[in-house]
């Protein structure tokens, strides 16, 4: 058994007129969009992972995902994505918000 994990780039993002790469950050939420897909947690790269609005047990579904993510302030902007069941979970995209600090 082994437990599959998705871990984003590092974010960079231009925020009033400079890059956002050497701003503090917090993702607040993370919106995945999945394919035929089981439950999964996500959280920041490092800290508590969330688990998703779950699908009825051993079912699949095709949506956009909202997980509202714990607090986690850094430079990375960076979050993790697991799956722990023996289910398929496909990734289609994620849409972060994000806010910034000095």
């Known amino acids: 058994p082994f437990t599959p994990r998705l871990e984003t780039v590092p974010l960079y993002a231009q925020v ?3 890059f956002g790469s050497a701003m503090t950050k917090n993702i607040v939420k ?5 394919y035929q897909s089981g439950a999964f947690t996500a959280g920041p790269v490092g800290g508590r992972l969330v688990p998703s609005r779950s699908p009825a047990a051993g079912t699949l579904q095709t949506r956009m995902q909202e997980v509202k993510l714990p607090g986690s302030w850094n430079d990375e902007g960076q979050i993790a994505i ?3 069941d023996p289910l398929p979970l496909t990734i289609l995209g994620i849409t972060m918000e994000v806010a910034f600090g000095n």
Not at 30 to 34: N, S
């Open 30 to 34: 993370a919106h995945v969009r999945v």
């Open 82 to 84: 697991e799956q722990t």
């Open 16 to 18: 009033d007129q400079a």
